[in-house]
């Protein structure tokens, strides 16, 4: 039962880079989320989406983009990382957006930016 | 301002003691609310709803009082492995999937 999948689970990357975080999630959950945890600041949301090929912004999302091509699926991707963009990423996903459908969170992906 | 404030703390108790924990926030719009546990490098976890009434959970008591927009969890009986960060988080502030999390509670129950 893998429920929230995150990968890589680490990477360092040097300022200007690219990549993509990809979250898999088999609950056939509706809602998908990204979030970034810096010390002091608790968890920020950064993008999420409510069905496949839906995207929406957060609290934070510039810098990043999203997509959600398949509903098990939600990419996050950096086009040109940024030192301030260091921080842990967490995926998670819900049944919906209810007063209490809980979050599922992935075991998040350690980024540093050079 | 944060729109979700903790103290940080560390809390530090013995085992058998018995801990309260606070959280305010500052979108009175907001509609529902949590407490989540987190592990030293580890992703959050739902620990329990908090509803209006207050509500209990085993050794855990949450409550909510929305005129002075905060909210508490008390931990009784402690145990070495309730050793975490308690998240506070509030959600439906700003529309309906719109969730703040507190930076965290962090608490260490000693033998």
């Known amino acids: 039962n893998a429920g929230v999948t995150q990968t890589p689970k680490f990477r360092v990357l040097k300022t200007g880079q690219s990549m993509t975080l990809l979250c898999a999630q088999d609950?056939?959950?509706?809602?998908m989320y990204w979030y970034r945890q810096d010390p002091g600041m608790g968890l920020r949301l950064i993008h999420y989406s409510v069905g496949e090929g839906t995207t929406a912004k957060g609290e934070v999302p510039d810098g990043y983009n999203v997509s959600r091509l398949k509903k098990q699926n939600f990419l996050l991707g950096l086009e040109s990382a940024a030192p301030s963009q260091t921080s842990v990423y967490f995926c998670?996903?819900?049944?919906?957006?209810?007063?209490?459908?809980?979050?599922?969170f992935g075991d998040g992906t350690r980024l540093s930016i050079l | 301002r944060k729109e979700v404030e903790q103290d940080p703390g560390p809390f530090n108790v013995p085992e058998g003691a018995t801990v309260a924990f606070n959280c305010t926030y500052s979108n009175s719009a907001s509609q529902s609310f949590f407490w989540y546990r987190q592990d030293c490098r580890k992703e959050p976890k739902l620990l329990m709803s908090v509803y209006s009434s207050g509500n209990e959970d085993g050794r855990f008591t949450a409550q909510l009082n929305r005129a002075s927009q905060y909210i508490s969890l008390l931990i009784r009986d402690s145990k070495l492995s309730d050793s975490a960060t308690y998240l506070c988080?509030?959600?439906?502030?700003?529309?309906?999937?719109?969730?703040?999390f507190g930076a965290g509670t962090r608490l260490t129950v000693k033998p």
């Open positions: 988080v509030v959600k439906g502030g700003y529309n309906n999937n719109d969730m703040r």
């Open positions: 609950m056939n959950h509706e809602y």
């Open positions: 998670a996903s819900s049944a919906g957006p209810g007063g209490n459908q809980p979050q599922h």
